[in-house]
Structures are given as structure tokens and as C-alpha cells.
């Protein structure tokens, strides 16, 4: 009855499956699928993309698998390791044709937490994603003290408990979907800039409209307290659509 779609390669098989059954089924691609959007009963495209048309759904941000519940329920996952009140965790993506994540600007990342946070009373969670290099894991480990959580392989529960538990979330500029996660905490999230190594105007784009509705800024050399409504996209989208069905 419905055929949902994600990213390029499965483009095709949603076309050649609508043609062939015509009305009788819907199809729904997420992501611009870079042909024609008629191809599609909808398409859910993140608004930063800029992409309009008569059956785009956009969403604020990436949409997602994560859930409150799956939070609440793994709340308990990283507590032997905690040891302060206060904790901050840094998610920590990995290189892309973007950001190219050299040593100076990971070091300057590392040095705004500790300026920032651990010289506070925080203590740090640092959750690598699966395209964190072990270089990076290694350089947290000898930057940052031993009383620090540096979580080495990529772990789902480390990172839901570390969404639950922490004060504060930062996250790496190069990976939209982590901070757009984030977002369904509430909490106040900082983006750790780096520079670019080519043109990156959809990220700004992503930037500037999460700054809008008050979920990030950018790590500098403060910190402030924020709120801002729990953005959850992936519900609001499939609510609007079943309404459609």
C-alpha cells in the first residue's frame, strides 16, 4: 500500500514500483531526490534544502528515529561513570567533503570544553559517531583528564543515556541529523564550528534557522542557560501524512 524511501539508490525502485501500480499504492522519498518530484505521491525534504513544490512536506531539520521513551529508558546506562552534578556531552561526527576535521580544530574544540565546562565542575561525556577516525577518540583520551568519559566505540546506549542525563549538549558542525537529534531534548545545544573546506551554504542555512527557533549556538568562550519547545519533526510529518491516507 505504501512504499517509503530514503536517500539516492532507492529512488528508483519507488519510480519503477508507482508505474507500475500506479494509484494503487503511495509513495513517499525522503531526502530531495534529485529527479522529478511528480515521481512522488510526497517528499519530505529538510526546509534548509530549499527545494518547494506541490507535494513537499518540509521538516526543521533532519527527521529521525530517536524517541523520548528510548531516552527515559537507558537514563541509567553511563551512572557508575558519573562522578558531578554537572555534565556536558560533546558528540563528535567525522569528516566529510566539508569539514575535514584537522588537528588544530579539533584541539580548539577540546580546549573551548575545557575552558567552558570541565574548568567549571562539569564533567564531560565525549560519544563518537560511526565516522569518528580513532585518531580523534585517541587525541580525547590523552587531551582530557582520566576523571572524563571518553566512550571509544560507537554505542546507541551511551548516547541516548548521555541525551538524558546532561546539562548541556555540543555537538560537531559537519552532521546535521546529530544536532537535529539533539533537538528532541529540549536542552541547550552549542555547535562546534570549524572551518570549511568548500562552499557549505547549506549547513549555514541549518544554522541560521535552528538559531531562529532558539535550539543552538555556536561554541565560543561562554556559557548561557536556554529553553526552547522539543523539536520533533519525525511525528508531526507521519501525523500530517496519515491524515492525507
Known sequence: ??????????????????????????????????????????????????????????????IHYLRGEELDGNKDYLKSQIKKENLVTLIVGGPNKYYDYNEQAIKEIFSKINRNFINKGFQLILIPSMRTPKKIIDLAKNFFSNDQIIITEVDKKAYLSSLKISNYIVVTCDSTSMISEAAITGKPIYVAQMPSIKKNERFIKFFELFKSLNIIKDLENSV??????????????????KDKI
Not at 539508490?9 to 514500483?17: D, E
Not at 494503487?24 to 511528480?38: A, C, G
Not at 548561557?224 to 501524512?241: A, H, M, Q
Request: charge should be positive; hydrophobic fraction near 35%.
Open 1 to 62: 500500500d505504501i512504499i517509503i524511501s530514503c536517500g539516492r539508490k532507492s529512488v528508483i525502485p519507488s519510480i519503477y514500483l508507482k508505474k507500475k501500480f500506479k494509484k494503487k499504492i503511495m509513495n513517499i522519498h525522503i531526502q530531495d531526490p534529485k529527479v522529478s518530484l511528480d515521481n512522488f505521491d510526497f517528499v519530505v525534504i529538510p526546509e534548509h534544502d530549499g527545494v518547494n513544490g506541490k507535494n513537499v512536506i518540509t521538516t526543521k531539520g533532519a
Open 224 to 241: 548561557e542557560k536556554w529553553n526552547y519547545e522539543k523539536l520533533n519533526e519525525t511525528d508531526r510529518i507521519s501525523s500530517y501524512i
